[in-house]
């Protein structure tokens, strides 16, 4: 019988702590309406992940570079910059179609990820890598390859039945998934990438938040947590990190989502005092309003709350539609 895995680290009182806070201020979140009911926020942050864990990785490539590859415009940059975001972004859009439990399923983000990028994209590596901060120094040798295929099997078997709260076993597996280190590149945007994807099979919100983002912003702080744990022989130092990181990451959601409602115009909030949870058609709502004009209800009224993503169509892929009627949706 195979002998059962358990990643080396403690719980301690300051991560119990964290997660407490975490928890708190995903209720409040939830109470703001939410990431899933503002797709303007969703896009601002996705990109915002795209841009830093591929910034992490020396990505040259603005947050309006990052947008204008996302959005198919041509962008002058290094090629491979310009393939990383393209496949970045092909990569965050499967989160809500993989098992974060499967290793197949990381292959196949990996294989997306890297593609054009390096060889072996999707493939576990065959020989020996190491770890750099972002001076190009070396702070782990990670373990050699033909220990990796059994060490990323134990791993996930150890995340599939750990009892432990998700926000730390995925932390551990962060942790864990850099010092196994199984491909030849793309360990570290692969890594984070399935941290989120750990933490949104647990709560969809996760898929929204730009962990990644908070990183960036504390990138050697995040070499020298992983520089530690190795040191100390426990991921202890980097989960304090990474739920640190968490908090920071929905305290800034919890910022962006209030003042997107408290920038709302007084045209839009005019117009949700109106609309029902029912459809009604564009002229109820202009008489509703005591207006006049089509063109300056749609333009002033109507497409900001679209955009918003506060009210819906009844005929989303046909906005005009003689049958559209709209309703509120929050």
Request: proline content about 5%; aromatic content about 8%.
């Amino acid at each position: 019988m195979d002998e059962i895995y358990f990643p080396p680290y403690e719980i301690t009182d300051e991560m119990l702590e964290i997660v407490s806070e975490i928890m708190e201020n995903l209720g409040k979140l939830s109470g703001v309406n939410g990431l899933e009911k503002l797709p303007r926020l969703r896009r601002v942050n996705r990109i915002k992940s795209i841009h830093s864990s591929l910034a992490i990785e020396n990505n040259t490539l603005s947050i309006r570079q990052v947008t204008d590859v996302i959005d198919g415009v041509r962008v002058v940059g290094p090629k491979d910059d310009i393939i990383a975001v393209q496949n970045a972004n092909l990569a965050y859009k499967e989160l809500e179609n993989i098992d974060a439990y499967d290793i197949n399923d990381l292959l196949k983000i990996h294989g997306i990820m890297m593609k054009d990028l390096v060889g072996g994209a999707g493939k576990l590596r065959t020989g020996q890598v190491g770890v750099y901060n972002q001076d190009g120094k070396v702070i782990h040798i990670a373990p050699p390859a033909e220990f990796v295929p059994r060490q990323l099997a134990q791993l996930f078997d150890w995340i599939k039945n750990s009892p432990a709260n998700m926000l730390i076993k995925s932390s551990v597996f962060h942790y864990e998934f850099e010092f196994i280190h199984p491909f030849n590149d793309g360990n570290g945007r692969t890594g984070r990438l399935w941290q989120t994807a750990l933490l949104s099979s647990w709560k969809p919100i996760f898929a929204w938040i730009p962990i990644e983002s908070i990183i960036k912003d504390n990138q050697e702080h995040y070499y020298k947590a992983i520089t530690l744990s190795t040191s100390q022989g426990k991921s202890n130092i980097f989960i304090v990190f990474m739920l640190d990181v968490i908090n920071k990451a929905i305290h800034e959601i919890l910022k962006d989502t209030k003042n997107h409602y408290n920038h709302i115009n007084n045209q839009i909030a005019q117009l949700l005092k109106v609309i029902e949870s029912y459809p009604q058609s564009a002229t109820e709502l202009m008489q509703k309003l005591n207006l006049k004009s089509r063109v300056g209800f749609r333009k002033n009224y109507l497409q900001p709350a679209l955009e918003a993503g506060l009210i819906g169509m009844t005929e989303p892929d046909k906005p005009t539609s003689k049958n559209q009627k709209y309703f509120r949706i929050y």
